[in-house]
């Protein structure tokens, strides 16, 4: 079992950054793949980003080019860095891992965070 715990979310004003962490326990990701997605009040979860074991990254066409992801193995842990942050980037932020699959498909993920929430002022 994989135990995920999001952290760094908050409150920016549009055209700020945030930084997002994922603290992984129970087992080692470094064979994992990463995702973050997020999910705003009324709408469906939204992938964000998808990070391999190997470092090859995956982004949705809305973050691309603002967001990063990165990953170390030595510490377990996966972060996001949002920049350019947009009023419609406002979402709970969900960290998720598989050890099966690398893509956008939420239901491919065996591993869940509770979510950090993000929010975006215009």
């Known amino acids: 079992q994989v135990q995920l715990v999001e952290s760094g979310g908050g409150l920016v004003q549009a055209g700020g950054s945030l930084r997002l962490s994922c603290a992984a326990s129970?087992?080692?990701?470094?064979?994992?793949?990463m995702a973050w997605f997020r999910q705003a009040p009324g709408k469906e979860r939204e992938f964000v980003v998808a990070?391999?074991?190997?470092?090859?990254?995956y982004y949705a066409d809305s973050v691309k080019g603002r967001f990063t992801i990165s990953r170390d193995n030595a510490k377990n842990t996966v972060d996001l860095q949002m920049n350019s942050l947009k009023p419609e980037d406002t979402a709970v932020y969900y960290c998720?891992?598989?050890?099966?699959?690398?893509?956008?498909?939420?239901?491919?993920?065996?591993?869940w965070g509770q979510g950090t929430q993000v929010t975006i002022s215009s």
């Open positions: 129970g087992r080692t990701i470094s064979s994992y793949a």
């Open positions: 998720a891992a598989t050890g099966t699959y690398y893509g956008s498909r939420a239901e491919r993920y065996d591993y």
């Open positions: 990070v391999k074991w190997n470092g090859n990254t």
